[in-house]
């Protein structure tokens, strides 16, 4: 049974420090998302990545998160330096991204996130 | 553009009664549309998808939805509700903009079951 993976499940940071959170999407799917869900705002689409390049990122603060993928297999969110407004948890989700077609997702179990 | 509204952000029902969640979305260009759950601290799981075929869609655990284009509709039921179905519910707007893909999620229905 295929699944996206993420890592870790659970951190707790102090402000200022950097996260680097990873995604393992299933093999075969060329499409990764990054979410990030709060109560406040719910879930918002941070970057899409196709193909291991970044086609949508405009949900993302560009001034401390960054996303990459260094390889098809790995899916990166980094947040430097972390902020208490950041505790939030964050999904990453796979697809399989066919041209002009819409993807369905699958989605991993989340980090959830708390900057102190 | 697109924009995706969950009319309801509670719905409560009793064991064995009907389920009806709403969504009514709108769109630029033709959508897919999809239903998602998700339990408590869990991930999301796809219960079904609309994609430009039949317009009434059977998901899993007795789901289905309806695609009715002229109330830009997709609303969610299921005809007799389980406890094991008391999550969250996010409806999903999905279409092709500039040659890649837009993703509008809903704000969710909780959905309660009362035994």
């Known amino acids: 049974d295929a699944r996206v993976t993420q890592t870790p499940r659970h951190k707790v940071t102090e402000m200022g420090q950097e996260v680097t959170m990873r995604c393992q999407p299933i093999?075969?799917?060329?499409?990764v998302f990054w979410y990030r869900q709060t109560m406040m705002q719910g879930l918002e689409l941070l970057a899409y990545?196709?193909?291991?390049?970044?086609?949508?990122d405009s949900g993302m603060p560009k001034d401390r998160f960054s996303a990459e993928m260094p390889d098809a297999t790995l899916a990166t969110l980094k947040i430097q330096p972390s902020e208490p407004r950041d505790s939030a948890v964050y999904f990453c989700a796979s697809g399989l991204g066919l041209a002009g077609s819409t993807d369905t997702q699958y989605f991993g179990p989340g980090t959830r996130l708390t900057v102190l | 553009a697109q924009s995706v509204t969950q009319l309801d952000s509670h719905v409560s029902v009793s064991e064995g009664t009907p389920v009806l969640l709403r969504c009514n979305y709108s769109?630029?260009?033709?959508?897919?549309l999809f239903w998602y759950v998700q339990h408590p601290n869990k991930g999301l799981q796809l219960l079904l998808k609309y994609t430009s075929a039949a317009t009434l869609v059977k998901g899993i655990n007795g789901f289905e939805a309806e695609f009715k284009k002229s109330e830009t509709s997709f609303h969610l039921t299921k005809p007799s509700a389980h406890m094991s179905d008391a999550a969250e519910y996010f409806c999903v707007v999905s279409g092709l903009s500039g040659g890649y893909q837009k993703v509008t999620f809903g704000t969710g229905t909780k959905l309660q079951v009362i035994p």
């Open positions: 769109s630029s260009y033709s959508p897919s």
């Open positions: 093999l075969g799917h060329n499409t």
């Open positions: 990545f196709r193909n291991r390049a970044p086609l949508d």
